[in-house]
């Protein structure tokens, strides 16, 4: 069984190159060209809220699966530009272009994680070690104080898009979690990359200890 939504609307659509939103993460936003200027005018008269897709710098293509951002926080230039401050929602799928001019707007579906009924408290206490560690490798060797937020969430889907929401410089591995309706299988994948940016990391440090020993 799914906890998968039927829901359709139609939602404005940002895409954004190599930035793939979570949600419950922030996004701030510096918008500048005309064309989106017009739609963050009209989303902030209605709803507030738009979708985030990721386009791959290589090709130009634009992610099928995004998620949707809600603006809580606007200031307009005098040059007609934006500041604003916008945090993740749902996530969700496009099902059809309803237009491309002057911004996109797409079909979308919401989707969800299924339900499972795997142990994923044991499996987000592993991966929030292995974070802890990643952060204080870091810290040692940036010779500067590194600390979590004393607000990381607990429940493991929550977790889950908090880590995949602060990995850096790999928005092609984050837009596969994103699409990823597995809290489980994300889980995992997270523990893989975060233990292998640990072993690298532990590796320069032991370098650093034995240079500056």
């Known amino acids: 069984m799914t906890s998968f939504s039927v829901a359709v609307r139609e939602l404005p659509l940002f895409p954004l190159p190599e930035l793939v939103l979570f949600p419950s993460r922030p996004l701030p936003l510096h918008v500048?060209?005309?064309r989106y200027r017009i739609m963050m005018n009209t989303i902030l008269e209605n709803d507030r809220r738009f979708g985030v897709l990721m386009v791959n710098p290589v090709d130009g293509t634009i992610a099928n699966v995004g998620?949707?951002?809600e603006i809580v926080h606007c200031e307009k230039l005098p040059d007609g530009r934006m500041k604003m401050l916008t945090i993740g929602q749902q996530r969700f799928r496009v099902?059809?272009?309803v237009r491309e001019k002057p911004y996109r707007v797409g079909l979308v579906e919401w989707?969800?994680?299924?339900?499972?009924?795997g142990n994923l408290s044991s499996l987000a206490v592993d991966a929030k070690q292995v974070l802890m560690d990643v952060v204080g490798l870091?810290?040692?060797l940036a010779g500067q104080?590194?600390?979590l937020p004393e607000e990381l969430p607990d429940l493991p889907r929550e977790l889950s898009f908090w880590i995949a929401g602060s990995l850096y410089g790999v928005a092609e591995?984050?837009?596969?979690?994103?699409?990823?309706?597995d809290t489980q299988e994300r889980l995992r994948r997270e523990v893989d990359i975060l233990t292998s940016t640990r072993n690298h990391l532990a590796a320069r440090t032991a370098l650093k200890d034995v240079?500056?020993?």
Not at 111 to 117: K, R, S, V
Not at 173 to 181: I, V
């Open 111 to 117: 989707i969800e994680d299924d339900l499972t009924t």
């Open 95 to 97: 099902l059809d272009y």
């Open 32 to 34: 500048f060209e005309f």
């Open 145 to 147: 104080e590194l600390e």
């Open 211 to 213: 240079f500056q020993g």
């Open 67 to 69: 998620c949707c951002a």
């Open 138 to 140: 870091s810290a040692k």
């Open 173 to 181: 591995e984050q837009q596969a979690l994103l699409e990823l309706r």
